[in-house]
Nanobody, 126 residues
Framework: QVQLVESGGGLVQAGGSLRLSCAASGRTFSSYAMGWFRQAPGKEREFVVAITWSGGNTYYSDSVKGRFTISRDNAKNTVYLQMNRLEPEDTAIYYC???????????????????WGQGTQVTVSS
């Protein structure tokens, strides 16, 4: 059974930083692209960033480009999201997800991902 477990969320002041982690099990982690999505209260889930199975390519949404960095450690079956210069608009539940196709390309659509974590809350105060 595939499991994704996020950690690292919390409350931070605007301008601060947080590092999210997503630990995966039950699947050959290194074969799948991974993505981070987020959902703010009253809004639909939105794409944040994705990384290929090798970590060689990434794709960021415009709203986080230059502030967030995704990385992965395939030896530890973990993907990370370093979030710097956080803004109140970044407040949301953050979810990691595993792409449904092994060796697949980056995906920005949630339907391209078949396993999801439970989410971790990120709150940025102004």
């Amino acid at each position: 059974q595939v499991q994704l477990v996020e950690s690292g969320g919390g409350l931070v002041q605007a301008g601060g930083s947080l590092r999210l982690s997503c630990a995966a099990s039950g699947r050959t982690f290194s074969s799948y692209a991974m993505g981070w999505f987020r959902q703010a209260p009253g809004k639909e889930r939105e794409f944040v960033v994705a990384i290929t199975w090798s970590g060689g390519n990434t794709y960021y949404s415009d709203s986080v480009k230059g502030r967030f960095t995704i990385s992965r450690d395939n030896a530890k079956n973990t993907v990370y999201l370093q979030m710097n210069r956080l803004e109140p608009e970044d407040t949301a539940i953050y979810y990691c997800a595993s792409h449904r196709t092994p060796w697949g390309s980056l995906g920005t659509n949630s339907r391209q991902y078949d396993y999801w974590g439970q989410g971790t809350q990120v709150t940025v105060s102004s």
